[in-house]
């Protein structure tokens, strides 16, 4: 019996090492159950994908797709034809998908029109913003998915008001948490680069193809950055996406590019740092586990939970609401708030404990049919 994993993206990693791991440590539950990590290969690059699997202490994938860059219909396409393939070969008895990439809707859909039941951890996280090609991805996952794994009541307000039977809605919390609970003595272990110190700089990530992608927009973002900059010095970790488009902005001289990190060299810095500003979706969650100001440069976010409880603020894309949200946050004390319910390491054994007692369902009525077909 087998049991497909599916990681493809950054941001997938940490999502994934939880579940496996729970998987793991269940198989007296269910020995001949076989999980199988299948990569994608959406990400590539060492620092995009290699250095992540080290540090989080994941196995090598069973199975790697290498589907690589391109527009998203060819990657997405390129996904889906290998995917379907080998759940051809394989026939697994459940697919997991985690997050909103283009691989988590690929492979979902190329399992579902198999008719293998798909889990989606990460389901209902909604920006109702229809120009982002996450939210297509998360609308679609949601809605072919039978399991729906959840990390906040907002997320399954918005499956029940989408029409989703409640009995596919399972609250969870947060695997990226488990991870980043895990590993976070190790991540504080790595020394920080020369010339930074604890809570006296600011981090920053952009990769949005909305904030990045047009060069006017990019400098747009960068005059606010370089006047926040005057007061602090700011890390910015460049996504290969933006580290293509950075040439001919102006930066700040404390604005200092550095590569993409691994898992902990990033993780350590943004505990350590004083303020986050960024365009990512998993670290207005992070931040607000470890307590630290995140600023995200969008209009809106699919984690609405982070700015109602979070240290999270929609700054939005303007410069001068940007640097005015930055120096209040610099010139408040640091934050201390409340923590999601349920984002406390224990998700990817709360996932695993239902898929497995749903596949003992299913063993003991394969088992049941198959000794009334040869009474018969
Ligand atoms: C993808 C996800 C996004 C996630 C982000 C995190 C989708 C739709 N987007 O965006 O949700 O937040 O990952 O990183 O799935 N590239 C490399 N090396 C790599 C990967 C990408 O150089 O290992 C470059 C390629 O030039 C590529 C570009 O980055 O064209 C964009 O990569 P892609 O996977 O298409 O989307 P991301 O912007 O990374």
Not at 21 to 48: C, I, K, N, S, W
Not at 155 to 172: K, M, S, T
Not at 284 to 297: G, I, K, R, W
Not at 314 to 320: I, V, Y
């Amino acid at each position: 019996m087998k049991l497909f994993l599916v990681a493809g993206a950054r941001p997938n990693f940490m999502k994934v090492a939880p579940l496996l791991e729970a998987f793991h440590a269940r198989r007296d539950q269910l020995p001949e159950l076989q999980p199988f990590l299948v990569h994608t290969g959406q990400h590539y690059d060492t620092q995009m994908s290699d250095e992540f699997f080290r540090d989080l202490g994941m196995p090598v994938p069973d199975i790697h797709l290498g589907a690589g860059s391109g527009s998203h219909a060819e990657q997405t396409a390129r996904v889906m034809v290998a995917f379907e393939k080998i759940c051809l070969e394989h026939k697994p008895a459940l697919v997991v998908v985690v997050g909103d990439v283009n691989s988590t809707m690929a492979c979902a859909i190329s399992a579902k029109k198999l008719l293998i039941p798909v889990a989606h951890v990460e389901a209902g996280l909604r920006s109702r913003d229809m120009t982002m090609p996450e939210e297509i991805n998360r609308l679609c996952t949601d809605v072919i998915s039978d399991f729906l794994f959840t990390t906040d009541h907002l997320a399954d307000e918005n499956l029940v008001a989408e029409g989703c039977q409640r009995e596919r809605i399972h609250f969870v919390g947060n695997t990226m948490i488990d991870s980043l609970q895990k590993h976070l003595s190790r991540a504080l272990a790595v020394p920080l680069p020369q010339g930074l110190e604890a809570g006296r700089y600011a981090l920053l990530t952009l990769h949005r193809p909305s904030n990045v992608d047009d060069p006017a927009t990019l400098q747009r973002l960068f005059n606010a950055i370089n006047a926040i900059a005057e007061h602090i010095s700011i890390l910015f970790p460049a996504h290969p996406r933006t580290a293509q488009r950075l040439a001919g902005i102006y930066l700040h001289d404390r604005v200092r590019v550095i590569e993409p990190l691994g898992y902990l060299a990033f993780l350590g810095l943004m505990a350590r740092s004083r303020l986050v500003l960024t365009d990512s979706g998993g670290i207005q969650e992070e931040t607000t586990v470890l307590h630290v100001p995140c600023l995200t440069l969008r209009e809106n976010t699919e984690r609405p939970i982070t700015c109602e409880m979070g240290t999270n603020i929609l700054a939005g894309t303007e410069p001068d609401e940007i640097v005015h949200h930055a120096m209040r946050a610099l010139n408040a004390p640091p934050p201390t708030n409340r923590v999601p319910e349920k984002w406390d390491g224990s998700a990817g054994g709360r996932i695993a404990d239902v898929l497995i007692s749903w596949l003992l369902l299913n063993r003991q009525v394969a088992a049941a049919q198959h000794g009334l077909e040869r009474s018969r």
